[in-house]
């Protein structure tokens, strides 16, 4: 043994083996504890929600409770969700300089792409010779595709976050593995995946062509089988990759929790894959925002007056102060913006206020609903880029000093 140990020593002393194989894992590979964006438990509960969520949704797929578990989730999540980086942007005062120094970026772009929906939707038909319904669909055939793009940088955004934590020195090294994998994943195998299941918004709205039945009956699960072991392969290589260059067990984390996402676009059934989708992103996104409103409630706190370090919201509890009332204005705001929400199904608030939804619906309120649910979409995806935006170097150090604090 001792022989065997001393000549594969020295066979890695060449340097041409050196160039292949650059690292030893073995020894590189360590738990770094300064990697996490707060703490593991909390980390694993916001930001690595694709794992849990995932378990839950495999095992009690085709359960009628997991729709029950879903609803809750959409009421408490989903507004407040597409109001977190406008709270952020707006609501911080760590931001507030970042208002008047990018007044284009956090003011007046802002501004335009709300009154450019009200404007294309309300537009007189002789000045713009398009119907109505027209106009909407095109709005949600933007939404859609942007609304997909939004979440593969959702993804890429976090990986980044967890490379910038554990080594600043190879954030660029990764760039395009994390791209290739956020945008060829989340994004093209996804949609191709819905595609497959005729769960598509194109095939809904009868863009993209149904597959012939026969076709369907024999190709589809082996198409679909091919998928699952790819995303599993792809997978794969991003965590070695990920251990090879010891980028730290959060970012192997988040690699696995959306193969796993990924996986059940193509063995879930539509609507629970869309459940695991979108869960995932609004508890993320609220996490981040939870994270850096309390931290900037905090600093601001301890600047102006010492007292509240004794208050009833100290330390870790300074999150709730962000978290609960947008929770309860999501709660609130729900059943106005499902008037807007192209879904397949029952809208939830149909359920539980039936009369109040039947009287919003036959309103004359109805084309100003869908136009701010389209209008406050554009603006969640605009202005999130907009608050993490880590190439900006003003920007990067306002979010760095919330998120780490």
Not at 179 to 200: D, I, M, P, Q
Not at 215 to 228: C, K, R
Request: net charge positive.
């Amino acid at each position: 043994m001792k022989i065997k140990t001393r000549f594969f020593k020295q066979l890695m002393s060449l340097p041409e083996l050196r160039n292949i194989f650059p690292h030893n894992p073995i020894q590189n590979v360590r738990l770094n504890t300064n990697c996490w964006v707060r703490s593991p438990t909390w980390d694993f509960f916001w930001l690595h929600s694709g794992l849990w969520l995932g378990l839950i949704i495999f095992a009690f797929s085709n359960q009628p409770a997991l729709e029950m578990f879903y609803m809750v989730g959409v009421f408490l999540f989903w507004i407040s969700h597409r109001f977190s980086s406008f709270y952020i942007a707006w609501g911080t005062c760590s931001y507030s300089s970042l208002r008047s120094s990018q007044p284009w970026r956090f003011v007046i772009l802002p501004v335009i792409i709300v009154l450019s929906v009200f404007v294309f939707l309300f537009l007189p038909e002789n000045a713009l010779p398009i119907s109505v319904p027209v106009r909407i669909f095109g709005l949600l055939m933007l939404d859609f595709f942007w609304g997909m793009h939004h979440f593969a940088a959702q993804h890429y955004g976090i990986l980044s976050l967890f490379r910038h934590r554990v080594n600043h020195s190879t954030t660029n090294s990764f760039q395009l593995t994390d791209r290739f994998f956020c945008w060829g994943t989340g994004f093209v195998l996804v949609l191709f995946a819905e595609l497959l299941h005729g769960a598509s918004f194109l095939q809904q709205e009868q863009i993209f062509p149904a597959m012939p039945f026969d076709w369907e009956i024999e190709f589809i699960p082996i198409i679909l089988n091919s998928g699952t072991i790819l995303v599993i392969g792809i997978t794969a290589i991003m965590i070695w990759d990920a251990l090879l260059h010891n980028s730290g067990l959060p970012r192997m984390l988040y690699i696995l929790g959306l193969g796993i996402m990924v996986t059940g676009a193509f063995q879930l059934h539509p609507f629970e894959f869309l459940m695991l989708w979108t869960l995932q992103h609004w508890i993320t996104a609220l996490g981040l925002t939870a994270q850096m409103g309390g931290n900037d409630i905090k600093i601001s706190m301890s600047v102006k007056n010492k007292l509240f370090k004794k208050s009833l919201f100290s330390g870790n509890q300074y999150q709730w102060i962000i978290l609960l009332p947008l929770c309860i204005i999501s709660v609130i705001l729900t059943p106005f913006f499902e008037i807007e929400a192209a879904s397949s199904g029952v809208r939830y608030s149909e359920l539980l206020f039936p009369t109040f939804m039947y009287w919003l619906e036959n309103s004359s309120w109805v084309p100003i609903l869908v136009g701010i649910g389209l209008a406050s979409g554009f603006l969640h995806y605009f202005m999130d880029r907009a608050v993490y935006r880590f190439s900006d170097s003003e920007i990067r150090m306002r979010a760095k000093k919330l998120l780490f604090s």
